[in-house]
């Protein structure tokens, strides 16, 4: 009557753990299965440390667990004795401060007999509790490795370190070098390079067919495989074949070199493999495929075939160079690292078969690099460290691994390393992708930062880059988009052999509290959601933190939206009450939580943005054009160029054109602009108390900076001046429009420049216009010159088609070091916002600054002209449209503004300059293939 369900396995070297479901007469248990599979046929296991590691991992579910721990072997006397024993002396010890191994044993006894059975389990329970007592804890969780590591290196008054203690303690409990059997090895001395450190002849790896069947090789267990890396020396003119011969024989597929071919003028490994053609070792042919470096290391790409098989096996040796000592190398830590997760890779690929590891000799290098792959693994499935414990069991081995102290401090460090690199599984997370994978998840939306206001918000369940484990699923991310308000991930999960795709939609742009500033960009953001996921099956996993306020907004706009297209009705409240009988406290108040009169409890906030985004997007239905590519990256091509010109003629110069007019006079412009300043920001209502409290330091009292946008010079009292951030397409803060500097405010304006890091400078006038001064001359002629604390230097200046450009150097006293600046001047205007030349200035001066950009960390670009709303704005349009343009193949002109409209109310006054926007992006579209060489 019992139905039983496996519904998560994890193998590894030494045990397996099972979660079962246990069903009977409808209602389910869990039943967790810890199956320790070391136990040889005869005799005990080679080391008690395996037995402890289980122990402890039983130990800490069962303890979360209410119920009796049932322990079991064939017989339930001699293993499970062995077992029971164990965890009653380590009680015994915890709570009584005594071990009576004898008492313990003679007490369960009483209770059923024989247990216990044979003297090898007698003196293995003494082995297991004797090093238990003396190596303690040396378990670390991932998340206090460095803090932990920082303590470890620190000296006590006698001048040693705890890496010092815990390092002699390994000594003390470690298997002697001497009492090691190896009559195979000392049998067939000429193929050893050194008699140091020879095979053990239970670990060395036999050469099945040969007599004699001696490689100077040894089997190491890893987290997951009990032999999952084979080390061996570098190897030899003579034994070359017999390399070839275990590779292909155990079907490794991975060859890690920690060495170079001659060391202190020292052949220590002979060149095994071809450089240019094919090469005969023995009966083995190998062919080098492939040949490129990488960050730290050479990967090879090798085909190796027998001569009697025919076969082909495919090998990558993973080679790390430029060594200096037995230990350490010339180049970077994180090299280790990145062939780890590099190999990872290729195992996951081809099966898992050995490791081949040489280094120099077969204890240093090779042993640090089997144990810093065996503690990540552990790492990243269970979120611990314990490097002791690896090198312990390492030993058993391969008696004399990590010879000395110094390699020991490497080891440690570089496990710290990868544990930053790769990050750490957490146990929800296994669960989270169990969900996403038996739903068939295609998408995910996110609508939460990882930590705000300190606090953490989620858990991240996806790699920063490359890959990460979370129990059985293998998760990679295989492309990344990072936008000003979100970010699309595209990743890859993998289980049991199965690989799928999950889009990963992550909304950045919530502020910790309340709701965001306009509802622009949620509205954008679920038309990308939705755009990619009508393209798949499966349900759209929407979270937050709680998974109920923004969730539940998210839902309910896009509930709203499908009501209005299916039915021509929106009903916001009957929406909502539709959600919460399924969802209690959907759409809720984080902070600004109110009753509304005779409605139920509402985020005032929350709702206000539902109700604006279905209007807005009632008025602006599809105001945007695309290519006919369906891909978040557009892969141009000329018909991609051609169609997106055609619509933008049609719609900009006909449509949009204020020739081509409707019955009542107004053209589609009129009436695209019309609608923008119905829902834009009213510019009375912003709030501008900084400025007003700073009138000297405007040029003109209309469209003053706004508090929450303007920038703020830190460290100065008062910290105003007449500049605002705007956002971009990628980048939050992309622009910085502020007014034609005065006399009086250059000084600020350097500051501003040189504390945000600007590199960047878009000058959009003339000194004088009309006979009026727009801006002063806040840069020096031939000779440096000082304003205020800063001195600014011209390095260059030059003209270009339509433009000029300037190159500054500027320091400030107390400091000596000098920031390079760019100037773009783009003179020579008409209007307040025509200028005389080209309108494919504007286009060329977008590309340069790109350029300039890319080379120096895109921070923010200062861009002034006339005033803060027509040139300025312009420029920010156009530029924010042509890099969607060429990321998405979207023109959004329309959304842009209304956009920058939040930031700076005010921003494209007239139609005339929003018509221009369109002008320039035409500019953009028939010069696509000069702007298509650089990257956006």
């Known amino acids: 009557p019992f139905h039983v369900s496996i519904t998560h396995q994890l193998i590894l070297a030494d045990y397996t753990i099972r979660t079962l479901s246990v069903e009977f007469s409808g209602k ?68 009584e401060g005594v071990v009576d191994i004898p008492g313990v044993i003679l007490k369960l006894r009483q209770q059923r007999t024989k247990m216990v059975q044979t003297l090898d389990q007698y003196i293995f329970i003494h082995d297991a509790i004797l090093e238990s007592v003396t190596c303690g804890d040396t378990e670390i969780k991932a998340a206090d490795l460095r803090r932990k ?77 009990q032999r999952a890396f084979i080390i061996t020396q570098g190897p030899m003119r003579s034994t070359a074949r017999d390399f070839w011969k275990m590779v292909y024989r155990r079907k490794c597929s991975v060859v890690v070199m920690l060495s170079d071919l001659v060391e202190q003028n020292e052949e220590v490994c002979y060149q095994y493999w071809p450089e240019k053609r094919t090469q005969s070792y023995g009966e083995f042919s190998v062919e080098l495929l492939n040949e490129e470096r990488k960050r730290g290391f050479l990967l090879r790409t090798l085909s190796v075939q027998e001569a009697k098989s025919g076969t082909a096996h495919q090998v990558w040796q993973f080679h790390i160079p430029e060594w200096s000592s037995d230990y350490q190398w010339r180049g970077d830590v994180n090299a280790m690292v990145s062939v780890i997760e590099e190999v990872s890779k290729v195992q996951r690929k081809t099966g898992n078969h050995p490791i081949v590891v040489h280094g120099l000799n077969t204890v240093s290098r090779s042993a640090i ?11 990243k499935t269970e979120g611990v460290v314990d490097v002791f414990q690896v090198v312990k069991a390492m030993r058993v081995q391969k008696p004399g691994a990590i010879q000395t102290l110094r390699p020991w401090k490497v080891a440690m460090p570089c496990t710290s390393t990868a544990e930053a690199h790769a990050g750490k ?51 990679s991310i295989t492309h990344q988009l990072i936008l000003a308000d979100n970010t699309i991930r595209t990743l890859s999960v993998e ?52 998974g109920v306020g923004r969730t539940g907004t998210f839902i309910a706009i896009d509930n709203v939206l499908e009501q209005r297209e299916t039915e021509g009705v929106v009903n916001i409240p009957g929406v909502i009450l539709k959600l919460r009988q399924q969802r209690t ?104 108390f900084a400025a007003q409290n700073n009138l000297a330091k405007n040029r003109s009292t209309d469209f003053l900076p706004v508090d929450n946008w303007r920038v703020v010079l830190k460290g100065e009292n008062p910290d105003y001046i007449h500049a605002s951030s705007v956002h971009g397409y990628k980048k939050h803060r992309a622009f910085i429009i502020t007014q034609g500097p005065m006399r009086s405010t250059a000084r600020d304006f350097w500051k501003m420049v040189y504390s945000r890091k600007c590199s960047v400078v878009v000058m959009l006038s003339d000194l004088i216009e009309l006979d009026e001064e727009v801006c002063y001359q806040y840069w020096p002629g031939k000779r440096a010159q000082t304003y205020g604390e800063f001195r600014v230097e011209l390095l260059s200046e030059g003209w270009k088609s339509g433009f000029l450009f300037r190159n500054f150097s500027v320091q400030q006293a107390k400091f000596a070091t000098a920031h390079q600046v760019w100037q773009f001047h783009i003179p020579e205007w008409s209007s307040d916002y025509q200028w005389r030349g080209d309108v494919n200035a504007m286009v060329s001066v977008i590309e340069e600054v790109s350029k300039v950009q890319r ?82």
């Open 369 to 379: 690099f089997c144990g810093v792959a065996t503690t990540i693994e552990r790492c």
């Open 149 to 225: 590591l920082v303590k470890l290196k620190r000296k006590d008054d006698s001048g040693l370190s705890g890496l010092d203690l815990q390092f002699a303690i390994l000594d003390q409990v470690s298997g002697n070098v001497g009492d090691a059997q190896s009559v195979a090895a000392r049998n067939d001395p000429t193929k050893n390079r050194s008699t140091d450190f020879l095979p053990v002849d239970k670990w060395r790896v036999v050469l099945k067919g040969e007599n004699p069947d001696y490689i100077h090789a040894t089997n190491i267990r890893g987290y997951k495989q």
């Open 855 to 936: 080379k120096t960390g895109n921070h923010p670009i200062v861009v002034h002209g006339l005033d803060t709303v027509s040139r300025s704005a312009i420029f920010c349009g156009v530029a924010t449209t042509i890099e969607r343009c060429k990321t998405e193949g979207v023109v959004g002109v329309f959304q842009v503004v209304k956009a920058m409209r939040a930031q700076k109310p005010g921003a494209i006054q007239t139609l005339e300059q929003y018509q221009s926007i369109y002008e320039a992006l035409l500019v953009f579209i028939d010069s696509f293939e000069t702007y298509s060489n650089f990257t956006t």
């Open 495 to 546: 289980l049991s052999g199965k690989t799928r795709k999950v889009t990963h939609f992550h909304y950045t742009a919530w502020p910790d509290h309340g709701v965001p500033d306009y509802a622009t960009s949620m509205l954008n953001f679920h038309k990308m959601v939705m755009k990619d996921h009508k393209a798949h099956r499966g349900p759209l996993l929407v979270h937050c933190s709680a």
């Open 425 to 475: 599984s957490r146990p929800w997370g296994v669960d989270f992708w169990r969900m996403v994978w038996q739903e068939r998840v295609p998408s995910v939306v996110m609508i939460t930062n990882l930590v705000e206001g300190k606090k953490t918000k989620c858990e991240q369940y996806w790699p920063s880059s490359g890959s990460q484990d979370f129990g059985p699923f293998h998760v």
């Open 28 to 95: 389910t248990r869990k039943v967790t299965h810890f199956h320790y599979t070391a136990w040889p046929d005869h005799g005990v296991p080679d080391y008690a440390t395996s037995m402890l590691n289980f122990h402890k991992v039983v130990l800490r579910d069962h303890k979360a667990q209410r119920g009796p721990l049932l322990v079991h072997c064939s017989a339930g006397v001699g293993r499970t004795g062995t077992f029971i024993a164990i965890d009653h002396v380590l009680e015994q010890r915890e709570t």
């Open 585 to 688: 406290n959907t759409v809720q108040t984080l902070v600004y939580t109110y009753t509304l009169h005779c409605q139920p409890t509402f985020s005032t906030v929350q709702t206000h943005l539902i109700k604006s985004a279905p209007l807005k997007s009632l008025c602006l239905s599809d105001v945007f054009w695309t290519s006919t590519s369906s891909s978040t990256t557009l892969y141009w091509s000329q018909s991609h160029v051609e169609i997106l010109r055609l619509r933008l003629e049609t719609c900009g110069r006909d449509w949009f054109n204020s020739r081509t007019k409707d019955e009542s006079g107004r053209s589609g412009l009129d009436l695209q602009f019309a609608i923008l300043d119905q829902v834009s920001s009213n510019v009375g209502e912003a709030k501008s």
